[in-house]
């Protein structure tokens, strides 16, 4: 099974949060969780939260050089990591767009 969703996180900022993820059963087997800004005419991403690789891993991205390393975020499997980076997001975005803008 899969499932995402596009989450307007601040109308006047212009964030958002994208929640893409696939299961077997009850298990996260893959996930993408991606904090993004509108800027102008386009939309930049802020970070990534993913298991693409098996596990719970998180991508700054800054203006100037793009896409940072991907550096562990979260112990747990794969469910748990995907709900931790939403929280995350949700609670953090500011600071997360702030440090972007720095970058």
């Known amino acids: 099974m899969s499932a995402d969703y596009l989450r307007r996180l601040d109308h006047l900022l212009g964030a958002m949060i ?13 996930y993408a969780i991606v904090l993004m ?5 386009s939309t930049e991403t802020i ?6 690789h098996g596990h719970n891993e998180m991508h700054r991205y800054t203006r100037s050089g793009g896409k940072q390393a991907g550096t562990p975020f979260h112990s747990g499997t794969l469910g748990e990591g995907m709900r931790a980076a939403i929280e995350e997001i949700e609670g953090g975005y500011r600071q997360m767009i702030e440090g972007w803008e720095r970058q």
């Not at 970070?47 to 693409?52: K, L, N, Q, S, T």
């Open 47 to 52: 970070r990534v939260y993913d298991g693409a």
């Open 37 to 41: 800004l509108a800027v102008g005419n």
């Open 18 to 30: 994208s929640v893409e993820f696939t299961s077997e059963g009850p298990e996260v087997t893959d």
